[in-house]
């Protein structure tokens, strides 16, 4: 099977890595072929195939290749929720929602969900358990609704 995905220009440096390590190395532990131009096409059988996608997707959306790596175990999985269609100001007033100040509210919601969360772009993306990043998910959710911090701290608390 062949597959493509693009990844922004900026990110395509880290998805390569020093001396292509990194672009080697999802290539061994995916046993697929990667080919990096305009695109990135993976070559290799369909679930390897879609397992490397979705660690260069990741790395895409602000991920170090390291926290990438975590999606090749199965109970792994990546998330990421759009905002592409509000205004830039409204986007910078959520992701400061999100991160909080000096980036308390984003350490709390990670490590109380036990995932890593990237803001990249125009989108937030969550990696972890499939049963955390759902939980991660719903907070993040709730701070994007508008609900107060202590809020969203007190369903935390009840989630976990």
């Not at 792994?76 to 992701?95: A, H, N, V």
């Not at 909080?100 to 995932?115: A, F, I, L, P, S």
């Not at 993306?125 to 998910?137: C, L």
Request: proline letters at 2%.
């Amino acid at each position: 099977m062949i597959d493509e995905i693009k990844i922004p220009e900026q990110r395509k440096g880290v998805l390569i890595g020093e001396k292509g390590l990194v672009k080697t190395e999802i290539g061994k532990k995916t046993n697929t072929v990667i080919s990096i131009d305009d695109g990135i096409e993976i070559e290799g059988e369909a679930l390897n195939v879609l397992k490397a996608k979705e660690i260069i997707k990741a790395i895409g959306r602000g991920f170090s290749p390291e926290k990438a790596f975590k999606l090749l175990d199965d109970e792994f999985r990546l998330i990421i929720i759009s905002l592409g269609q509000e205004t830039d100001k409204s986007m910078r007033r959520m992701f400061s929602r999100i991160i909080g100040r000096n980036g308390r509210c984003k350490r709390k919601v990670e490590m109380r969900t036990n995932t890593d969360i990237c803001i990249y772009g125009k989108t937030v993306s969550i990696i972890g358990d499939w049963r955390d990043v759902e939980k991660a998910s719903e907070v993040i959710d709730l701070l994007l609704r508008g609900k107060p911090h202590s809020y969203v701290y007190k369903r935390l608390e009840e989630m976990t």
